[in-house]
Nanobody, 124 residues
């Protein structure tokens, strides 16, 4: 079965860095679009980044220049490198997938499979 499991969250200071990982199983990454989303208390789920099957990457305006999405197809892993973290980045971060690997979107409703989330807290 399709499964996504996030890891790597934690507590970091403002300006710090963190790398999130998403382990995928039940499908091959090269046919899927993988996205990262986040949700803070009282806020709507926000699209952070996605990577499509040809490796092209896309970012939400709030994280451009600070976050980098990547994947390792051989390991069935997707990563989100987060640099220059700000308190407003605090949220539960989710990885998600849909099977139309040539389609990019940061709309959460377009994704079919979701991980359980990992908490990222940016605080001094």
């Amino acid at each position: 079965q399709v499964q996504l499991v996030e890891s790597g969250g934690g507590l970091v200071q403002p300006g710090g860095s963190l790398r999130l990982s998403c382990a995928a199983s039940g499908f091959t990454l090269d046919s899927y679009t993988i996205g990262w989303f986040r949700q803070a208390p009282g806020r709507q789920r926000e699209g952070v980044s996605c990577i499509i099957s040809d490796g092209s990457t896309y970012y939400g305006d709030s994280v451009k220049g600070r976050f980098t999405i990547s994947r390792d197809n051989a390991k069935n892993m997707v990563y989100l490198q987060m640099n220059g973290l700000k308190p407003e980045d605090t949220a539960v971060y989710y990885c998600a997938a849909h099977g139309r690997g040539h389609i990019w979107t940061l709309n959460a409703h377009r994704y079919d499979y979701w991980g359980q989330g990992t908490q990222v807290t940016v605080s001094s």
